[in-house]
Antibody, heavy 118, light 107 residues
């Protein structure tokens, strides 16, 4: 069974940093691209970042480019999102999602909540 | 960036009713559209990929159609478990973009 478990969320002050993790199980992690997708409280979904299976291709939404860094450790079956210069508008539930083809986001974790507030 | 505009924003429905949700892309995305269902407190679930293909385990009352800029999700026989927010997603170009969602409620 495919499982994605996010962690690392919490309350952080504006301008500070936070690193999220997503541990994958139930599939060969190194064969799949991965994504981070977020959802502000009571709002819709926003794609944040993508990383290919071997980390060769990385893409970001304009809203986080230059502040967030997506990375992965295939030996640890773990996806990361390093978030710096956090803003109140980054407050959201952050999901990791496996990148499938042709389905795109067939598997999602339960999310980890990031709250940016002073 | 391709903007995905969903309509209506919300819809009051009845059990057994046929429901049609719409999604319009600001530029052509071919068939590179998915539909996701999200119930309160849950992660989104994939329903339809490639505009018209049902994901594994999705009931056949869900049907997707469309090409280019205009896409539709139809629920042929509304059930109580279908009360949710539905999002379309385009992956024809980066950044991948979601519509704002359509919320289905009971009349």
């Amino acid at each position: 069974e495919v499982q994605l478990v996010e962690s690392g969320g919490g309350l952080v002050q504006p301008g500070r940093s936070l690193k999220l993790s997503c541990v994958a199980s139930g599939f060969t992690f190194s064969n799949y691209g991965m994504n981070w997708i977020r959802q502000a409280p009571g709002k819709g979904l926003e794609w944040v970042a993508y990383i290919s299976s071997g980390s060769s291709y990385i893409y970001y939404a304009e809203t986080v480019k230059g502040r967030f860094t997506i990375s992965r450790d295939n030996a640890k079956n773990t996806l990361y999102l390093q978030m710096t210069s956090l803003r109140s508008e980054d407050t959201a539930l952050y999901y990791c999602a496996r990148h499938d083809y042709p389905e795109w986001f067939a598997y999602w974790g339960q999310g980890t909540l990031v709250t940016v507030s002073s | 960036e391709t903007v995905m505009t969903q309509s209506p924003t919300s819809m009051s429905t009845s059990i057994g009713e046929r429901v049609t949700l719409n999604c319009k892309a600001s530029q052509s995305v071919g068939i590179n559209v998915d539909w996701y269902q999200q119930t309160p407190g849950q992660s989104p679930k994939l329903l339809i990929y490639g505009a018209s293909n049902r994901h594994t385990g999705v009931p056949d009352r869900f049907t997707g159609s469309g090409f280019g800029r205009d896409f539709t999700l139809t629920i042929s026989n509304m059930e109580a478990e279908d009360l949710a927010v539905y999002y379309c997603l385009q992956y024809g170009s980066i950044p991948y973009t979601f519509g704002a969602g359509t919320k289905l409620e009971l009349k």
